[in-house]
């Protein structure tokens, strides 16, 4: 199996990290020896090209090799068949680039802890993880999920059931089911709504706070910015989350959880969307659902599912690359 060396995302502290610095270390991630072979495994040329002309190209290269979803949601997606050697080669470089999770903050106290949405089953590990880690020593004032109304799939509500939980209707309530079974929570929340999500859910938006323990912890559901055309995704709920709850202050540290392959991707859209904009520290992590402890919630990703993400990820240090020379 090859082996490649890790290679470390973008790095975001807040204001005391110059834009230069992120441009050097997506400079770096995309010059990698991992993202290098898997271009040249799939027939692309990777040399002799600038940063800003060779994110153009990596965009266009994985859009034609990469793109599995052709608009579908992931969990729609059929996995690729790939050779042998070729799926040890994309897990290994998927890896090194970071997308098999990364397990320990960088710091011990952060402002907030922000949980992003996904299928019932995501919102279920990804809860129980920002526990785990809160009760591990590392602390936080205050805890969000964030969503959408999303209609859950019969499969996502029977998955949850199984778990002993019922998940509601959209991806919102199984993020608060989540949290609230994560974080020991009992009392009824104070919600704010708008919009209606079973005729409008694109519009629809809500904001619900949970007292726990000394801290608050809310669970949130954003409009899409793009109503007509799609639900709301993850910059939408970040944006909404970081212009109309959290409060942000330069100086502020915030951790966002979420699952292995997406912390690349995520991570760059919480710099570009919440880090750079408010002068916040950015932190991610990711955690694993092959190891989950529930069987039924446990996932192996795909080869293909993993190029798919390292074509997300691409894309998201493109737009982070663009915001950084803006913030010069």
Not at 111 to 117: A, S
Not at 218 to 227: C, G, K, T, Y
Request: aromatic letters at 8%; charged letters at 25%; hydrophobic letters at 40%.
């Amino acid at each position: 199996m090859p082996e490649f060396d890790p290679v470390p995302l973008p790095r975001y502290d807040g204001p005391e990290t110059a834009p230069q610095s992120l441009i050097a270390d997506i400079t770096a991630w995309i010059g990698s020896d991992a993202l290098r072979h898997l271009v040249n495994a799939f027939g692309g040329d990777p040399l002799g090209r600038d940063p800003d002309s060779y994110l153009d190209y990596l965009d266009a290269f994985s859009a034609e090799h990469w793109d599995f979803r052709a608009g579908r949601e992931r969990f729609e997606t059929r996995a690729k068949e790939l050779s042998a050697p070729c799926e040890a080669e994309v897990r290994a470089a998927a890896r090194a680039l970071g997308l098999g999770g990364i397990a320990s903050p960088n710091w011990e106290r952060y402002t907030h802890v922000l949980v992003l949405g996904g299928l019932a089953g995501s919102c279920l590990l990804r809860a129980d993880f920002a526990a785990r880690l809160l009760k591990s020593g590392v602390t936080a004032d205050r805890v969000t999920g964030v969503g959408g109304f999303r209609p859950l799939t019969e499969a996502e509500v029977e998955s949850a059931a199984r778990t002993g939980l019922d998940c509601g209707r959209f991806e919102v309530d199984a993020m608060a089911a989540g949290l609230k079974r994560a974080f020991g929570i009992a009392a009824e929340p104070e919600v704010e709504i708008g919009g209606d999500p079973h005729r409008e859910p694109e519009r629809a938006w809500q904001v619900a706070a949970y007292a726990s323990e000394g801290r608050t912890v809310h669970v949130i559901a954003a409009p899409s910015s793009q109503p007509e055309r799609r639900r709301a995704d993850t910059v939408d709920t970040c944006r909404f989350w970081a212009d109309r709850v959290a409060g942000l202050v330069p100086g502020d540290r915030i951790l966002v959880v979420t699952s292995a392959p997406f912390v690349p991707f995520q991570h760059c859209e919480a710099i570009a969307h919440m880090g750079l904009p408010h002068g916040c520290g950015i932190d991610t992590v990711g955690v694993d659902h092959a190891s989950a402890p529930e069987p039924h919630l446990r996932q192996e990703y795909t080869a293909s599912a993993y190029l798919q993400e390292v074509r997300s990820a691409i894309r998201s240090m493109r737009r982070l690359h663009s915001a950084a020379q803006r913030h010069r």
